[in-house]
């Protein structure tokens, strides 16, 4: 009966051993599968050009905002400066007529 324990106890443990070295060796052939690591290396390309997109895409957006904020700058001078110049227009027809009535002023108290 031992013997037969015995014999019972190493084919297990070669059963086991058995196993165990055909995970590993599943592992192993996973590991260096020719397929599977073109398909990995192929999806991390995958990714980056995704992610290059998208660093593409938000320089471009910020380049678009800056155009904008540039414009919004250029714009804001032009208002400035033709209000300005109206500024200047009024105050020239303001001491445009201020000077017409003081000659008006003046002729009429000559006439006196």
């Known amino acids: 009966m031992e013997s037969e324990i015995a014999i019972a106890a190493a084919q297990?443990?070669?059963?086991?051993?058995?196993?165990?070295?055909?995970?590993?060796?599943a592992i192993a052939m996973q590991q260096q599968d020719p397929e599977r690591q073109m398909f990995q290396e192929q999806m991390e390309l995958e990714f980056e050009k995704l992610a290059q997109r998208d660093r593409e895409s938000k320089r471009r957006a910020e380049v678009e905002r800056e155009r904008m904020e540039s414009?919004?700058?250029?714009?804001?001078?032009?208002v400035a400066s033709d209000l300005q110049q109206a500024?200047?227009?009024d105050d020239r027809d303001v001491d445009a007529n201020l000077t017409e009535i003081a000659r008006i002023v003046r002729e009429s108290r000559e006439q006196e």
Request: proline share 0%; net charge negative; no cysteine.
């Open 12 to 25: 297990a443990t070669q059963q086991i051993t058995g196993q165990e070295q055909a995970l590993a060796q």
């Open 87 to 89: 500024e200047m227009r």
């Open 71 to 78: 414009q919004e700058q250029q714009t804001d001078i032009r």
